[in-house]
């Protein structure tokens, strides 16, 4: 089992696509916390090939909407906020060749955190793993599900014997605060997503 950490303060996309194969033919693809879509967007317009199927998981049902007009995923699965086990969905479809679990278990208290990261580890042959490097405080209002409940660094993730990078990019930072700006503003196409990751 291959897997990867990178702690950071926000999305570093440019690192993460060079973990990610170039062509995701016949992969079996998991992302757990898809929230609105952005790694099934980036997986379908940045990859080539066809992934075997592109399954995507989240805690909020407000989102369901949104993902049915965009078709991003194959498979949609809805996790219980509470659980500190997968959905039964998830094993399913047994063994996975890439799971990504990015800026998802910052958003889950310790126990419940590592309780799925050991699921997830059980069934994904590759993991991305990404998360505030420590404790960043952020509370949204009427959206329990965007709370950060656990701060995580490198140390928490000894025990799993993972491969651990550590980077900071002030570019990626702004192109994340311009995503929140649009996320405040309630405009949140993909078409925004394209001209700000470009």
């Keep these: 089992m291959e897997a990867n950490y990178i702690g950071h303060d926000l999305i570093l996309t440019e690192y993460i696509d060079k973990l990610i194969p170039k062509n995701l033919d016949n992969l079996r693809i998991l992302e757990y916390g898809c929230y609105k879509g952005f790694w099934g967007w980036f ?18 049902s407000r989102l369901l909407p949104i993902h049915d007009r965009l078709n991003l995923y194959d498979i949609l699965c809805l996790a219980n ?41 059980e069934i994904s042959r590759h993991m991305i793993i990404t998360t505030p490097n420590g404790f960043m405080p952020n509370q949204v209002k009427d959206m329990l599900f965007l709370t950060h409940l656990s701060g995580w660094n490198i ?44």
């Design 81 to 121: 906020p509470d659980s500190y086990d997968l959905p039964d969905m998830v094993y399913q479809y047994g063994e996975y060749d890439l799971t990504l679990f990015c800026e998802t278990i910052e958003h889950m208290n310790k126990i419940q955190g590592r309780k799925i990261l050991e699921h997830l580890l």
């Design 43 to 60: 997986l379908r317009s940045n990859k080539t090939g066809k992934p075997k199927f592109l399954m995507g998981v989240d805690v909020d």
């Design 155 to 198: 140390k928490d993730f000894a025990p799993y014997k993972l491969k651990h990078v550590v980077v900071k990019r002030k570019r990626i930072i702004r192109l994340y605060l311009k995503l929140i700006e649009l996320i405040k503003r309630k405009k949140t196409t993909h078409e925004e997503f394209l001209l700000l990751w470009k």
